[in-house]
């Protein structure tokens, strides 16, 4: 078994991001959905000629060359980091000060940031995921489609939040903007996003 495709632990209790994401949906995210990604990508990876490196290379050098391992190499990437970017009690806009003096240079202020990225996330049309990432030394909001990140555009992603409809439908149905605005005021772990912004920026 490759620690590569290994299922991590939530960093909390199934119910402990309530009310805006129910226990429910992280024991179908988390359990069913993370764990297809780590079950299929270990499979895959086996003959891929990609064993020995570490997962960002895979995710780096799957894509455009082996669909179906970069799909779900992708896709396990991101959700290591997707558990990360939330924390009960997150959101809010005391962020930290490198980062929020970053913030404001290249994204125009935090207000801008929020409703861009809020935007990217809303207009992804299908599965995908919405981004702030560093690439050339400054952030950038983006969005991208499936399992695909900033890594694989030459940008390290340091804040990303899933908007296939598994992430959301349970407790938003199909009102995605409600539950990136509420995902973004409540429940990002702003310190996840500095210690990503630090090594991005080292």
Known sequence: ???????????????????????????????????????NGEKLLEGSGLEILPLEDIVKE??????????????????????NWMK?????NKLPGKL???????LG???KFRADFINAGTTQFGSGWAWLSVKNGKLEVT?????ESPLVHGGHPILGV?????????DYRNARPKYLEAWFDNLVNW????????????
Do not use: C, R
């Open 100 to 106: 929020a003096a970053a913030i404001d240079s290249d």
């Open 162 to 170: 899933d908007v296939w409809e598994h992430s959301y439908y349970i």
């Open 191 to 202: 310190d996840h996003v500095e210690l990503m912004f630090d090594e991005a920026t080292a």
């Open 1 to 39: 078994m490759s620690t590569k495709f290994t299922l991590p632990p939530l960093p909390y209790a199934y119910d402990a991001l309530g009310p805006y994401m129910s226990k429910e949906t992280l024991e179908f995210h988390h359990d069913k959905h993370h764990q297809a990604y780590v079950t």
């Open 143 to 147: 969005k991208t489609p499936n399992g």
């Open 62 to 83: 799957s894509y455009g060359k082996n669909a179906g391992l970069f799909n779900n190499a992708g896709q396990h990437y991101n959700h290591v980091h997707f558990w």
């Open 88 to 92: 009960p009690n997150g959101g809010g």
């Open 109 to 111: 202020g935090f207000d």
